[in-house]
């Protein structure tokens, strides 16, 4: 047997496991429990059209109401190891600048960023 008849033997069963593979990938059910709503059951299909339009909706809002500069400091944050303090962020940062201080609402308004609590 040369590897033409090997490849021919051995792809087909390959083949049909994929197919059968994907299909019950296809069928799979996906559960998410929201609170106060109850539980929602999606196709992976459905799952992810709806993950999708999330994230598109998201990504207009994200580009209407953030400016150019808070954006870039939002991926600056996103770019941090772990929880990044204030005045490591922001050089300088000070409570009374209204320009730092509503770049930090922006963000916390879209849900972005939350104040961290130390006691």
Do not use: C
């Not at 204030?86 to 050089?91: G, H, L, T």
């Amino acid at each position: 047997m040369d590897w033409l008849e090997f490849g021919k033997v051995a792809v087909w069963p390959g083949v049909i496991l994929l197919i059968v593979i994907l299909g019950l990938l296809a069928r799979r059910k996906i559960s998410v429990e929201i609170a106060n709503v109850g539980k929602l059951t999606l196709s992976s299909k459905e799952a992810g059209e709806k993950l999708s339009e999330l994230f598109s909706e998201f990504d207009k809002v994200y580009k209407t109401l953030l400016k150019e500069e808070h954006r870039r400091f939002f991926r600056q944050v996103l770019d941090y190891e772990g929880t990044p303090p204030v005045k490591e962020m922001i050089p300088g940062f000070k409570r009374d600048s209204e320009e730092q201080l509503g770049m930090l609402r922006a963000l916390r308004g879209l849900g972005l960023i939350a104040p961290v609590v130390r006691w």
